[in-house]
């Protein structure tokens, strides 16, 4: 499927294209139709991905990586958010998870729980015990463009996917100003 620059094909043909983790949650909770193109890996970060491969902002999700601690507690969540969005993590976000203190995660903590590269990061095959928070203007999307795991390839996926994912609370958490 020709989509923007990029050919996206089946990722059951492409399994080289995604980090172990996506690749094992994909089969795992037999996901359908989740297409996967190679792209230049100097140009994964968002903005400079839509303009080298002509994608609007506007269906490219970046999924990041949260710290949250309460008390002697310190867990992991992740939201998804549209690239044109940026996502209320002190306030919304922080809230829904019951946290006291919440920042994003180190980009070492977040890689090595992950097991995904930095600005690869995907909400398909993170731990199955994190919370996955995703932005309720991404569901009203057909289809979106979401990180693979690696910096090497970008997924295509209908928006429909992430209720299939365990742990997910669709909530409207764009920041307001």
Avoid at 22 to 40: F, G, N, P, R
Avoid at 89 to 112: E, Q, Y
Avoid at 138 to 150: C, F, N
Wanted: charged share 25%; hydrophobic share 45%.
């Amino acid at each position: 499927m020709k989509f923007g620059k990029l050919d996206f094909a089946d990722v059951s043909q492409h399994s080289n294209l995604v980090a172990a983790p996506t690749d094992e949650a994909i089969k795992q909770h037999d996901l359908s139709d989740v297409l996967v193109a190679e792209i230049d890996a100097e140009v994964a970060d968002t903005a400079a991905f839509c303009e080298a491969y002509d994608i609007g902002m506007d269906i490219s999700a970046n999924c990041v990586v949260v710290e949250a601690k309460r008390a002697d507690k310190t867990w992991y969540a992740a939201c998804l958010i549209l690239a044109t969005n940026r996502a209320d993590i002190n306030g919304v976000v922080r809230r829904h998870l019951d946290a006291r203190k919440i920042s994003f995660a180190p980009m070492d903590t977040a890689t090595s729980l992950t097991k995904m590269e930095y600005g690869g990061i995907t909400p398909i095959g993170l731990p199955e015990d994190w919370q996955l928070i995703v932005d309720e203007a991404i569901i009203q999307k057909e289809r979106v463009i979401i990180g693979s795991g690696i910096r090497g390839s970008k997924l295509l996926v209908e928006s429909s996917i992430f209720s299939k994912l365990p742990n997910v609370a669709i909530k409207d958490i764009a920041k307001t100003s």
